[in-house]
């Protein structure tokens, strides 16, 4: 299929793409490349199309999407740091919100799109210790919850009026091999591979359900032909089902790293507004993509902690 990812230069669209073209699908990516990189990949390399653009340019959306012609288009791109968001709330609303309106107007006007994955996030509920369903209330606590809540508005209206498929996916809190964004996971990895054995964090008690990003890509996959059979839609979770701290994400970083580590508590990183649990269920899309995820907390982490410290070791080679 033809396929556009927006923010496939991202952390998750980089892992998305690479799947996309293992896959022999023909792939656009759109991204400013703010916090992506270009992807390095030989495979499928020539179904591979990279449009260097923003998605507050409603005009060059229309253009490219008018050239390439997608059939399905994953919408990944956002500001997705919480403490950026919170520092740059117009950027937030003008990129979350502006963009993804221009996202759905470009493909309500392009011919052959058939259906449109948004990328949302957990964020969008309250703040509360239950587990949360796509049927609970919202009530973001934040303004990049805000944004997604309100993109998940925009995406169903304007797919509706054009008769897209659509479904918005609500990720929970991702992690992973390549990250491009300074969350906790890999500012823990960059600390210890710098060889640190004080660690400089927030708060290690709030809780998260930490999904491994191969998962969600595997959950992305399956959602394509569910969606085209519009078998789903509104929103769904995607998520690992369980909880961890931030400490206990430490304390395993930590023992393969080898090294005893102690974490020293740096108010600049403390949030204004935390959540002490974050918890999604799960159960609908393990029925309507027949997913769940393979990689529990320990099994993800070693996976990205041998991922980077290849990487440091290339890095540290090559400027040798």
Same mark, same amino acid.
């Given at each position: 299929m &033809?396929?556009?990812?927006?923010g496939?230069?991202?952390?998750? @669209? !980089? ?16 991204d %400013? ?5 270009k992807l390095?990949t030989?495979? *499928? ?15 060059r ?5 008018a050239?390439?012609? $997608? ?17 740059? $709330? ?6 979350? #919100? ?5 996202? +759905?107007?470009?493909a309500s006007? !392009? ?14 509920y309250? $703040? !509360? ?16 919850g805000?944004t ?18 659509? /479904?918005?996916?609500?990720f929970? %809190?991702l992690? *992973?091999p =390549? ?5 906790v996971i ?6 210890? #591979?710098? @060889?640190?054995? !004080?660690?400089?964090? =927030?708060?290690?008690? $709030?809780?998260?359900d930490?999904?491994?990003?191969e998962? /969600?890509?595997?959950? #992305? ?12 839609? @509104?929103?769904? %979770? #995607? *998520?690992? =089902?369980?909880?961890a701290s ?16 102690r ?5 600049? &990183?403390?949030r204004a507004v935390?959540? +002490? ?10 029925? /309507?993509? @027949? ?8 099994? =993800?982490?070693?996976?990205?902690f ?9 890095g ?5």
């Amino acid at each position: 299929m &033809r396929i556009a990812v927006t923010g496939g230069a991202g952390f998750v @669209g !980089t892992h998305l793409v690479c799947a996309l073209l293992e896959r022999g699908h023909t792939v656009l990516v759109y991204d %400013n490349l703010f916090t992506g990189r270009k992807l390095k990949t030989t495979v *499928g390399i020539n179904n591979l199309q990279f449009e260097q653009a923003d998605v507050t340019d409603g005009r060059r959306l229309r253009i490219e999407f008018a050239a390439f012609r $997608p059939e399905i288009i994953f919408h990944l791109a956002a500001l997705h740091y919480i403490p950026y968001c919170d520092q740059h $709330p117009e950027e937030a609303l003008r990129v979350n #919100l502006e963009g993804t309106l221009n996202l +759905m107007l470009a493909a309500s006007e !392009t011919r052959g799109v058939k259906a449109v994955l948004f990328a949302s996030s957990v964020a969008v509920y309250p $703040p !509360t210790d239950h587990c949360h369903a796509e049927s609970d209330p919202v009530g973001p606590c934040d303004i990049y919850g805000l944004t997604k809540w309100l993109g998940e508005q925009v995406v169903d209206h304007y797919a509706r009026e054009a008769h897209l498929a659509h /479904l918005s996916l609500r990720f929970s %809190n991702l992690y *992973g091999p =390549g990250e491009t964004n300074p969350h906790v996971i890999p500012a823990v990895l960059e600390q210890l #591979l710098q @060889g640190e054995d !004080t660690l400089h964090l =927030g708060r290690t008690d $709030p809780c998260r359900d930490f999904l491994y990003v191969e998962d /969600l890509v595997e959950a #992305l996959l399956a959602a394509i032909p569910v969606v085209l059979r519009e078998e789903a839609h @509104g929103a769904l %979770n #995607l *998520g690992p =089902g369980r909880e961890a701290s931030v400490a206990d994400a430490v304390r395993i970083l930590g023992e393969l790293s080898g090294r005893s580590v102690r974490v020293l508590q740096d108010e600049t &990183r403390v949030r204004a507004v935390e959540r +002490m649990h974050l918890r999604a269920d799960i159960a609908a899309a393990q029925r /309507l993509l @027949g997913w769940t995820p393979r990689h529990d907390l320990q099994a =993800g982490l070693a996976k990205t902690f041998a991922a980077e410290s290849r990487e440091r070791i290339r890095g540290f080679a090559a400027g040798l």
